[in-house]
Each structure stands twice: as C-alpha cells, then as structure tokens.
C-alpha cells in the first residue's frame, strides 16, 4: 500500500466536481469529470458535477462543498484563474494554488523554472503571433532553424491535448505548422526535437510528500501523441508501468518530483517527458489538472501502482477540506 492511503478519509463530505467549461478540450473534461464523479462515489462520498458556468458563484455561495475537484482541462481549469475564486469564494480544492497554476499553464515560463533548477527540459524559443509577422516570418523561421536544429516540434505555449502541435522534420514544413500552432494560441512554444520514448509520470501526495506513480510509456501508431492519438480508441498503445531499465525508471521518478517541487505543486500532477537514447529523461511539460478518463495517464499509473482510484481521490479531497476548514 502507498504511504498515506491509509490515512482514515470521511465519508460525509460533500465534493463539488467542476468539468466541461468553454475550452476546445470540453468534452475530454466531461468524461474526466463523469470517471471522477464514479469513483468518489464508490468511496462513499457524496459528490455532484457541475459546469463552470453563471450558474457556478450564486450555488457555491448558497451551498459551499466541502471541497472542489477541478476536471476542467485547458485554460478554464489550469490557468489559475479559476482556482483564485474558489479562494475568492473559501472554497478548498484539489490540487495546487492559482499561482503555480499560472506557472505550469505557461510552457515557456515552466521551462525557464525548470531550466533554472537543473532539471532539464528541449531548448525552446516562444514566439508570439504579433513578433512573428513585425520581423517578417521568414527571416524568424531560418533563425529558429538554425539555432535549434531540425527536426522541431511545434505547439501552443498554453494549451493541452495535443492541439495546434506538429513535428517538424523538415524546414519547408515549418510555417504550415506555425500556423496550425497560432489557431488555438496567440503564442508558439518551438523547442528542439528530442527522439526516444514518451513517458508520462504522475505525481501524488496523500499526506507524506510528493511521491511518483509507475511511469506510463506512450506508444503513439502514427508517432505523434496528438489529439487524435490520445482520445481515438487504437491509435495509441500504453505500457504501465513504461518498459524502462530500473535504474532509468528511477531517474525518470526523480526528476518529476523534481519538476512538481520546482514549480510549487501539492495534490498531483502529471510530468510528461522523453526518455532519449541514452536513458536521459527531459521534461516537456506538467499538467495540472489531468485527464481522468479511460484512456488517461494518471488512473492508468494509479492502476499500475495496484491503487484504489476512489480511495485515493476520497485523501486527497479529505486533505482539501481539511485546508479549507
């Protein structure tokens, strides 16, 4: 059993589940807030889901829960603006606080932080729409090529799921992906292609510290672990735990608990990474709040882990309360 789940969780709180918001990644949240609902049930707990929406500030301040579970995904759910009225509003929650939400949201600002705490993460340059088309797009690009190399992968500075991202292998396909990446955001992160194995490491703490679930490897069919990838039923594999050497697995743990310390995490997160041929890991991003569906990494390493995903959702929101009480 992991350290802290025997920890003694109340039955008699009542948990808000937020799920669904305005963000292109609105259903993916649906079904993560639906597979949290389920478990906190089979807790015994006593739960309802609702939407961020008008409706959400006149309910909370009629009938505040004991504790919020967010399941929103994008920038409604990770961005820390949600998480700062719940505070607003006394309103505990799972999961870190607005500030280090706003960090983690922020790829750019997240690799600097991490970059600064020798924990090491792709090169990268973040260009904004506006400076992209002032210094004339493709002077810019050359650069970009030059100075990080080919291949590049391409994707939104704040955003999740895998969209507006591409693999660029070769240069003339560069400014297609640029474009694709300014669909779903004002700012492109374009960092250097790291080749190995995708990993993705979730990182829990139920009462004794921050402490790393199995890796799960990602096996993408067409190489790439986009949108389509992640939520198509066939198109990607898993492996949980990740078919790592020990001693590798055991870097890989390292450094996402050194990713989640860094930028000032609690509760969970999720640390995707590449693990380079020669057993290198990087850090590419963490995920704040992640997906919680059937095909989602984090009940997948709990899975792995040989854990109860209601008992250890049922801690973490017992611990929430308790910050809030």
Request: hydrophobic letters at 45%; proline letters at 6%; one cysteine or more.
């Amino acid at each position: 059993m992991m350290r802290g789940m025997d920890t003694a969780t109340t039955t008699d709180l009542r948990v808000l589940v937020l799920a669904g918001g305005l963000s292109y990644e609105r259903d993916v949240s649906l079904k993560s807030g639906r597979r949290v609902l389920d478990a906190l049930r089979s807790a015994g707990i006593e739960a309802e889901q609702r939407d961020a929406d008008v409706s959400l500030l006149p309910a909370l301040q009629a009938d505040p829960p004991d504790a919020v579970v967010i399941a929103l995904h994008g920038a409604t759910g990770e961005d820390g603006s949600l998480r700062g009225v719940l505070d607003l509003c006394d309103v505990p929650y799972v999961g870190c606080d607005a500030r280090s939400a706003r960090l983690a949201w922020d790829k750019p600002s997240a690799k600097a932080v991490l970059r600064e705490a020798g924990i090491p993460t792709p090169d990268w340059v973040a260009l904004p729409h506006d400076r992209f088309s002032e210094l004339g797009a493709v002077a810019v690009l050359d650069r970009i090529v030059d100075r990080l190399g080919l291949p590049l992968m391409v994707k939104p500075a704040q955003g999740g799921s895998g969209l507006g991202a591409a693999v660029v292998r070769d240069a003339g396909a560069l400014p297609a992906a640029m474009v694709g990446c300014f669909a779903y955001d004002s700012t492109a992160l374009v960092e250097r292609y790291v080749a190995g194995m995708d990993v993705a490491v979730s990182v829990v703490d139920l009462g004794d510290g921050p402490q790393s679930l199995p890796a799960v490897e990602i096996v993408p069919r067409n190489g790439v672990y986009d949108y389509a990838a992640r939520y198509t039923a066939g198109l990607t594999t898993w492996h949980s735990p990740a078919r790592l050497e020990p001693a590798v697995a055991a870097e890989v743990a390292r450094t996402a608990l050194a990713a989640h310390t860094a930028l000032g995490l609690r509760d969970l997160s999720r640390v995707d990474l590449i693990v380079d041929q020669e057993g290198r890991p990087h850090v590419l991003e963490v995920n704040v709040s992640p997906g919680m569906t059937e095909t989602s990494l984090l009940p997948l390493a709990v899975q792995a882990a040989g854990l109860d995903f209601g008992k250890l959702l049922s801690t973490m929101v017992g611990r929430a309360a308790t910050r809030g009480a």
